[in-house]
Every structure is written in structure tokens, then in C-alpha cells.
């Protein structure tokens, strides 16, 4: 499911400062993954336009890239482990882990075409690739004490449909591969049941906590507070 865990050491509790070394890596590693988001997307929608839209094409471009760039997000797991941003551990360890079961246990550990070429990994990729677009971009410039207010309302409300786009892409790649999850292991099926059963549970507490935080940066007394 689409992240919301934050890469910076803003607060408005005031906060313990970050150290200008952590900092720098920071804005770094934040800028490297809006790049490598970027590149993802930039190709996924050229191959769209270059054949048609025939989706079936997608996978073969951007697939390797996308498996390694998001394996890259374990780094925010330590970065939460090191303290280097506010993030709980568990949240982002879970957040994370929930695409990687794409990436890896989905993607990779079972490499059909009613996988890999279904419309739905396309659909996934590219509402992945626009939230961490803006997602890595938000937190970088927020490191250096930017914040265009454009990008602020696209963080907090591109989420209404990108959500329900990424989550219902990802349940759906997972349901393409149940069939072929006895070649794995046979216990390897019910656990992709399981997942596909997490999902409305998990979707629900994300996109109500995502709106809740809409409220919080964009409600009236935000609106108010930039008159």
C-alpha cells in the first residue's frame, strides 16, 4: 500500500535538531529515490505511448528497476531504526514490507505473464511512481526549510486517487498469482489469501489517516494561518 511515512526531522514540537551530516544524507537519499521514481515513471509512460498503450510491454521495460528501487526502501526502516526521522519503526517496516511482497514475493517468485503483463502492473507502477514523485520531493525540500504550497496540497490530495489505484492494482496482482502459488509452497496460497484479505482493513486505516492529515495541513486554520 501507498507509503505515508515521513522522511524528515521537521516537527512542530520542536524536535531535537538533526545532525547536519544526517541531514545532508537525508536530502540525498531523498532526491536519489524522487530520480529513480521519476526514471520509473518516465519509462512506463513512454512504452504506453510508443506501442499503443499495450500495457503487456510495461514489465519487460521497467520491472528489474522497479523490484530494486523499492527494495532500496528497506534503507527507510533504518533511518527509522537510527533515528534519523520521526517514522515509527513497525509502521514503516510494514509499509514497506507490503510492497516488497509485490516486488519480490509476487513479481518475481512467480514470473507468469498473468502477472507480469495483466493491466493492473501497470496501473500499480505508475500510482507508485507519481506518489513517490511527490512523496521524496515533499521531504526533501522540507530537509531545507522549503515547502511550495503546491506541492503541500498535491501531497495531500493526489492520495484520494492514487490510494484506491495503487491498493486495488496491488490486490489484484496478488490475485493473479494465488493460482500459481502452489508452486511455491502449498502454504504459500493461503497466505496470498490472507494478504488479499488485509487489504480493505488496511486500506481503510491508511486512506482515513491520509485524509485526517489533509485536514491537518490543509483544513481552515491552516488556510487561515498562510492569510
Known amino acids: 500500500m501507498a507509503k505515508s511515512t515521513s522522511q524528515t526531522a521537521s516537527s512542530k514540537r520542536a524536535p531535537k535538531p538533526i545532525h547536519p551530516v544526517v541531514n545532508a544524507y537525508l536530502i540525498v537519499y531523498n532526491w536519489a ?17 510508443a506501442t ?4 503487456t510491454k510495461v514489465y519487460d521495460v521497467v520491472g528489474d528497476h522497479l523490484v530494486w528501487i ?8 533504518l533511518h527509522s531504526l537510527l533515528g534519523f526521522v520521526k517514522s ?3 509502521t514503516t517496516a510494514m509499509q514497506v514490507a507490503s510492497r516488497l511482497l ?3 514475493g509476487i513479481c518475481t517468485l512467480i514470473p507468469v505473464p498473468e502477472v507480469r503483463t495483466h ?7 505508475i500510482a507508485w511512481s507519481i506518489t513517490e514523485c511527490i512523496r521524496y520531493s515533499y521531504y526533501a525540500l522540507n530537509l531545507v526549510n522549503l515547502g511550495p504550497s503546491w506541492l503541500v496540497w498535491c501531497r ?3 492520495f484520494f486517487i492514487l490510494y484506491p489505484v495503487g491498493a486495488g492494482s496491488e490486490a489484484l496482482e496478488i490475485y493473479q498469482a494465488i493460482p500459481f502459488a502452489h508452486n511455491v509452497h502449498p502454504a504459500y496460497y493461503y497466505y496470498l489469501w490472507a494478504m488479499i484479505a488485509i487489504y480493505p482493513p488496511g486500506f481503510f486505516v491508511m486512506y482515513t489517516h491520509m485524509i485526517g492529515q489533509r485536514k491537518r495541513y490543509l483544513g481552515p486554520a491552516k488556510s487561515k494561518k498562510a492569510e
Open 156 to 158: 495531500y490530495t493526489f
Open 33 to 49: 529515490s524522487f530520480a529513480a521514481w521519476f526514471y520509473v515513471l518516465f519509462q512506463t509512460v513512454n512504452v504506453l505511448l
Open 119 to 125: 493491466w493492473s502492473f501497470t496501473t500499480m507502477t
Open 70 to 77: 523499492q527494495t532500496a526502501a528497506l534503507l527507510e526502516v
Open 52 to 55: 499503443g498503450n499495450d500495457y
Open 102 to 104: 509485490l516486488v519480490w
Open 88 to 90: 515509527p519503526v513497525g
